[in-house]
């Protein structure tokens, strides 16, 4: 079993900022990529940011310049810096992980249960 754990969301005005973080436990072999996605109210669940084994990253253009993600691959753990919140940031964010479990196995994608991010005007 594999679980991810969101942590540090929460209320924050307008232009203020927030730390996510994501822990990954359990049977873990390796860890590929690893994002941030967020689903507002009405809207489809879409990809906030991703980062790979390596450090490479993609940001979705609404949160470029002000959203950084990064991971510490000893703690198994990503994590989404915001700054500059605006009320559109609004949203559950979820954590996302690609993982191999097995030696013999494929990667396989698991989610976190989410965490709410309210932005206030």
């Known amino acids: 079993q594999v679980q991810l754990v969101e942590s540090g969301g929460g209320l924050v005005q307008s232009g203020g900022s927030l730390r996510l973080s994501c822990a990954a436990s359990?049977?873990?072999?390796?860890?590929?990529?690893m994002g941030w996605y967020r689903q507002a109210p009405g809207k489809e669940r879409e990809l906030v940011a991703k980062?790979?084994?390596?450090?490479?990253?993609n940001y979705a253009d609404s949160v470029k310049g002000r959203f950084t993600i990064s991971r510490d691959n000893a703690k198994n753990t990503v994590y989404l810096q915001m700054n500059c919140l605006k009320p559109e940031d609004t949203a559950v964010y979820y954590c996302?992980?690609?993982?191999?479990?097995?030696?013999?196995?494929?990667?396989?994608?698991?989610w976190g249960q989410g965490t709410q991010v309210t932005v206030s005007s």
């Open positions: 996302n992980a690609v993982v191999r479990i097995r030696w013999y196995g494929s990667f396989s994608t698991y």
């Open positions: 980062i790979t084994s390596g450090g490479s990253t």
């Open positions: 359990g049977s873990i072999l390796s860890i590929n990529d």
